[in-house]
């Protein structure tokens, strides 16, 4: 009886400890984020405070528009100021991140109505994909960006002690940004986000396909940052594109179509400067028997038909088990009716294609396949219905090139090799998506093919987190960015090594003549590979 009322004390006393520690932790975290919070909100007040008194006076005048014939001047002029090391400092880094912030959060209104009138978007898809998104980007940022640009002390290999070794991470100087007209202020402002954060002077050339979104940008962005460290552009086209990768930049980062994207890689290689591109491709979205068919066909509805279909992420073509096709397809229409309604013409919730001739492009799909559902098009008003096809050639236009809009081809598989074949046998994309419940066949998937990411029983949504590497591989892309991966992306990881300042703590043994003592020592010790972080390195190197 005494053993079970003391087991019975004991458990009592670790729950409370338990919920005491978690409560602690609780508490911790709470106030942890409310320090946070009022830190950026200082910070936010300083820029606020410090871009009124030197930035809106002259931000009232719009600057004139960068011309081809002279990128070279604008790149020196923001090499100079780079130069002065202005844009190295952290208190820089923040106040320009806080400036960007701001410039969303007091332009939200506008800038859906010029999402609106570019892309037909809905509110709750630009408020996901290109606004509230940033402003979550930047808050990352804000709240990490002293912690990365700290330089690190590492270990030091043995045979090097008592040298100290770090790593520095340095901004590359002048960086030239192209972003694309399908998400207009994300695919802009994120980049440029994780360039000011890497401390980088930027010339920014936005889309004139997208001339709402990025007219009010060209005058926004001025106002908020500045132009001194900054250079903006949206009218050129692709004169201004060779203009731009006729220069030595420290960086160029792209994103767009393929074919662009390997002139800028051309270009940027004459120069020796790196590059991050990001392409599209064609997306596979393979169902695998398993697979719950209508949650699959839920996911693959929402993904494939958000922003019309205009996202190099989308669903390119989906693969389903012969057996299966038919109630795939009873489940796309069904969810395709209940997202846009009978008629999505109408619907409020369906965006439009950016313009006609991309509008005429897809309608010229149509007639690669048996069309199940959609099928409609008005080129005048930039309109595609939803479509989904059958029994599509693997040789027709639809299947040779990414769609880029909501025409969606259904392909049936015997095997799942068969599906897993094909993709492999393809460039790399920038997504793939498999539905399945079969572990060992997730596995096999990821085995056997490439691409830039990857969701298993989703569609997107690795997309938005600021945690993970975003980009493509080999025809879809290369680099990534994100999060840290921004940072880093734009940064130079310097290697620093101190070396020892004082000759009682210079290792001799490296310097000749050398002798067979000394020679079977160092090798006996560089083989073991030993690295070791000395305390107080300060006082030794």
């Given at each position: 009886?005494?053993?079970?009322?003391?087991?019975?004390?004991?458990?009592?006393?670790?729950?409370?400890?338990?919920?005491?520690?978690?409560?602690?932790?609780?508490?911790?975290?709470?106030?942890?984020?409310?320090?946070?919070?009022?830190?950026?909100?200082?910070?936010?007040?300083?820029?606020?405070?410090?871009?009124?008194?030197?930035?809106?006076?002259?931000?009232?005048?719009?600057?004139?528009?960068?011309?081809?014939?002279?990128?070279?001047?604008?790149?020196?002029?923001?090499?100079?100021?780079?130069?002065?090391?202005?844009?190295?400092?952290?208190?820089?880094?923040?106040?320009?991140?806080?400036?960007?912030?701001?410039?969303?959060?007091?332009?939200?209104?506008?800038?859906?109505?010029?999402?609106?009138?570019?892309?037909?978007?809905?509110?709750?898809?630009?408020?996901?994909?290109?606004?509230?998104?940033?402003?979550?980007?930047?808050?990352?940022?804000?709240?990490?960006?002293?912690?990365?640009?700290?330089?690190?002390?590492?270990?030091?290999?043995?045979?090097?002690?008592?040298?100290?070794?770090?790593?520095?991470?340095?901004?590359?100087?002048?960086?030239?940004?192209?972003?694309?007209?399908?998400?207009?202020?994300?695919?802009?402002?994120?980049?440029?986000?994780?360039?000011?954060?890497?401390?980088?002077?930027?010339?920014?050339?936005?889309?004139?396909?997208?001339?709402?979104?990025?007219?009010?940008?060209?005058?926004?962005?001025?106002?908020?940052?500045?132009?001194?460290?900054?250079?903006?552009?949206?009218?050129?086209?692709?004169?201004?594109?060779?203009?731009?990768?006729?220069?030595?930049?420290?960086?160029?980062?792209?994103?767009?179509?393929?074919?662009?994207?390997?002139?800028?890689?051309?270009?940027?290689?004459?120069?020796?400067?790196?590059?991050?591109?990001?392409?599209?491709?064609?997306?596979?979205?393979?169902?695998?028997?398993?697979?719950?068919?209508?949650?699959?066909?839920?996911?693959?509805?929402?993904?494939?038909?958000?922003?019309?279909?205009?996202?190099?992420?989308?669903?390119?073509?989906?693969?389903?088990?012969?057996?299966?096709?038919?109630?795939?397809?009873?489940?796309?229409?069904?969810?395709?009716?209940?997202?846009?309604?009978?008629?999505?013409?109408?619907?409020?919730?369906?965006?439009?294609?950016?313009?006609?001739?991309h509008t005429e492009r897809?309608?010229?799909?149509?007639?690669?396949?048996?069309?199940?559902?959609?099928?409609?098009?008005?080129?005048?008003?930039?309109?595609?219905?939803?479509?989904?096809?059958r029994n599509v050639s693997?040789s027709s236009p639809t299947?040779?090139?990414?769609?880029?809009?909501?025409?969606?081809?259904?392909?049936?598989?015997?095997?799942?090799?068969?599906?897993?074949?094909?993709?492999?046998?393809?460039?790399?994309?920038?997504?793939?998506?498999?539905?399945?419940?079969?572990?060992?066949?997730?596995?096999?998937?990821?085995?056997?093919?490439?691409?830039?990411?990857?969701?298993?029983?989703?569609?997107?949504?690795?997309?938005?987190?600021?945690?993970?590497?975003?980009?493509?591989?080999?025809?879809?892309?290369?680099?990534?960015?994100?999060?840290?991966?921004?940072?880093?992306?734009?940064?130079?990881?310097?290697?620093?090594?101190?070396?020892?300042?004082?000759?009682?703590?210079?290792?001799?043994?490296?310097?000749?003549?050398?002798?067979?003592?000394?020679?079977?020592?160092?090798?006996?010790?560089?083989?073991?590979?030993?690295?070791?972080?000395?305390?107080?390195?300060?006082?030794?190197?």
């Open positions: 009886m005494a053993t079970t009322v003391t087991l019975e004390v004991d458990v009592c006393f670790a729950t409370r400890v338990v919920v005491g520690v978690a409560a602690v932790a609780v508490v911790a975290k709470v106030l942890a984020c409310a320090w946070r919070r009022a830190r950026l909100s200082s910070i936010a007040g300083r820029a606020r405070a410090h871009r009124t008194a030197a930035v809106a006076g002259a931000a009232a005048v719009v600057p004139a528009p960068l011309t081809a014939e002279n990128v070279a001047e604008q790149l020196q002029r923001l090499r100079k100021v780079f130069r002065t090391g202005r844009t190295q400092t952290v208190a820089w880094r923040m106040e320009q991140l806080s400036n960007l912030r701001d410039l969303l959060l007091e332009n939200m209104e506008p800038l859906r109505q010029a999402l609106k009138a570019d892309l037909g978007r809905h509110a709750m898809e630009s408020n996901n994909a290109d606004l509230d998104i940033v402003v979550g980007e930047l808050d990352y940022m804000l709240s990490n960006v002293e912690r990365w640009a700290r330089t690190r002390t590492i270990a030091s290999n043995f045979v090097a002690l008592p040298d100290s070794s770090h790593v520095r991470y340095d901004p590359l100087g002048v960086v030239c940004i192209m972003s694309p007209w399908n998400y207009p202020v994300n695919l802009a402002l994120v980049p440029l986000a994780g360039a000011i954060t890497a401390g980088n002077c930027c010339l920014v050339k936005l889309s004139r396909h997208s001339p709402n979104v990025s007219g009010l940008l060209f005058k926004l962005l001025p106002r908020y940052l500045g132009t001194e460290c900054f250079t903006f552009e949206y009218e050129g086209g692709a004169d201004m594109i060779k203009a731009l990768i006729a220069q030595p930049f420290d960086h160029f980062f792209f994103t767009g179509s393929v074919n662009v994207g390997q002139v800028v890689y051309e270009g940027a290689a004459k120069h020796l400067s790196p590059c991050v591109l990001e392409l599209g491709g064609k997306n596979p979205c393979i169902v695998e028997q398993s697979a719950d068919l209508a949650q699959a066909a839920k996911k693959i509805t929402w993904g494939k038909f958000f922003n019309a279909g205009q996202t190099c992420l989308a669903p390119d073509y989906v693969f389903v088990h012969k057996s299966q096709e038919q109630e795939l397809l009873k489940h796309v229409v069904r969810f395709i009716k209940e997202f846009y309604g009978e008629d999505p013409s109408i619907s409020p919730s369906f965006g439009r294609i950016i313009s006609e001739q897809l309608q010229g799909l149509f007639k690669d396949g048996e069309i199940v559902l959609g099928g409609k098009a008005n080129v005048a008003g930039r309109y595609i219905a939803p479509t989904i096809l693997m299947m040779s090139a990414e769609i880029f809009g909501p025409v969606l081809p259904i392909l049936t598989y015997n095997s799942v090799d068969e599906a897993i074949d094909y993709v492999a046998a393809h460039p790399h994309p920038l997504a793939a998506y498999i539905f399945t419940t079969d572990r060992r066949l997730e596995e096999q998937l990821l085995a056997n093919t490439q691409s830039g990411g990857v969701c298993v029983n989703e569609t997107l949504l690795h997309f938005p987190s600021h945690l993970l590497p975003f980009g493509g591989v080999g025809a879809s892309g290369v680099g990534k960015y994100h999060g840290k991966a921004s940072f880093k992306c734009f940064s130079n990881r310097r290697a620093l090594v101190r070396g020892a300042r004082h000759v009682f703590t210079d290792m001799p043994l490296r310097y000749p003549p050398y002798t067979g003592l000394v020679t079977a020592l160092v090798h006996w010790v560089t083989q073991r590979n030993w690295y070791i972080r000395l305390p107080f390195s300060r006082l030794w190197a």
